[in-house]
Nanobody
Framework: VQLQASGGGLVQAGGSLRLSCAASGRTFSTYAMGWFRQAPGKERELVATITASGGKTGYADSAKGRFTISRDNAENTLYLQMNSLKPEDTAVYYC?????????????WGQGTQVTVSS
């Protein structure tokens, strides 16, 4: 599976962005997927997750109530809708396909898309 993230950009605080992650291959629907982010000088953070079927989602406390993860298995695409953005959301965002049951083991990474939120 190859993952291609897009949709990042520069937005003012309070604005919105929608990230997309297009997957190649026929097995996208078998993977739990997640969005990570990494800000300069900080460790990579798991922001949102979704099960293979899309039936269950999870969010970091920093994302709850503002971000929504979703997927379209027919289109092999993962999304992250980000609303009420804050300057502290500035980071490179990566989509990832999980291997096994732990988010410490990633099967595939996307290349990252930059999100910059100005105050």
């Amino acid at each position: 599976v190859q993952l291609q993230a897009s949709g990042g950009g520069l937005v003012q605080a309070g604005g919105s962005l929608r990230l997309s992650c297009a997957a190649s291959g026929r097995t996208f629907s078998t993977y739990a997927m997640g969005w990570f982010r990494q800000a300069p000088g900080k460790e990579r953070e798991l922001v949102a997750t979704i099960t293979a079927s899309g039936g269950k989602t999870g969010y970091a406390d920093s994302a709850k109530g503002r971000f929504t993860i979703s997927r379209d298995n027919a289109e092999n695409t993962l999304y992250l809708q980000m609303n009420s953005l804050k300057p502290e959301d500035t980071a490179v965002y990566y989509c990832a396909a999980r291997r096994g049951i732990s988010w410490s083991t990633i099967a595939y990474w996307g290349q990252g898309t930059q999100v910059t939120v100005s105050s």
